[in-house]
């Protein structure tokens, strides 16, 4: 038992022996002058460069070829941010033509809802809930006129009716009294010409 515990822990700091040295293996690796991020390479100048007392020995051509690669690599950042600059400004620009555009096209469809919830009359602008009470006021007006002339009509029509029936009765009435008055004039004129012969007889 003790034996397989010992074994277990023999195993185990080996494979954590291999395991960090494969991992500076894999770091040493990593760094390069040449290749992969300024930080690496900052790391490999300062690992490989020689001690002398606490001061770092570094190759000159190691600091010229680091400061090449980090004036490159700042000017790809310079350049990155003069794009991304140059895309925001024509991104604002883009942004306050569309603002233009959708406040011209809100208020053209306002003028539309405006003249579509609108009717002209005699030239000015009249809403369609206006336009229908005045259209029914002045029906209701026409229908008032109309059957107060019909009124008007039928009460005029009776008079009228009533005055030609005054006016037959009295015709008849005159026609009558004309009839008995000339009937009276014949009678007279008779008894006279009776009294005239009468006379010379």
């Given amino acids: 038992m003790k034996f397989l515990t010992k074994a277990t822990v023999i195993l185990l700091v ?5 395991s960090v040295n494969a991992q500076t293996d ?8 040449n290749e992969g991020t300024i930080d690496n ?12 007392q606490e001061y770092k020995v570094v190759k000159r051509t190691w600091l010229y070829s680091l400061k090449a690669h980090t004036m ?11 794009d991304t600059k140059a895309v925001v ?19 053209t469809l306002n003028d539309t809802n405006e003249e579509k919830d609108s009717i002209s009359l005699f030239g000015a602008q009249m809403s369609k ?8 006021c002045i029906i209701a007006g026409l229908a008032g006129l109309l059957l107060f002339f019909i ?14 029936h005054k006016l ?18 014949q009678k007279v004129r008779r008894q006279l010409q009776d009294e005239l012969n009468k006379n010379k007889a």
Avoid: C, P
């Avoid at 809930?129 to 029914?136: D, G, H, R």
């Avoid at 009124?151 to 030609?164: E, G, P, Q």
């Fill in 14 to 18: 080996t494979f954590s022996f291999f």
């Fill in 26 to 33: 894999d770091d040493d690796e990593k760094l390069s002058l």
């Fill in 41 to 52: 390479q900052f790391e490999y100048v300062i690992q490989k460069s020689g001690k002398y």
């Fill in 72 to 82: 490159d690599t700042l000017a790809a950042f310079h350049k990155n941010l003069a």
């Fill in 89 to 107: 400004e024509s991104q604002a620009n883009e942004i306050e033509s569309l603002k233009t555009s959708l406040s011209n096209t809100q208020s």
């Fill in 129 to 136: 809930a206006s336009y229908k009470v005045l259209m029914w």
């Fill in 151 to 164: 009124y008007k009509f039928k009460n005029s029509n009776s008079l009228t009716r009533d005055a030609k």
């Fill in 168 to 185: 037959e009765e009295v015709e008849a009435e005159y026609e009558e009294h004309r009839r008995t008055a000339l009937e009276r004039e």
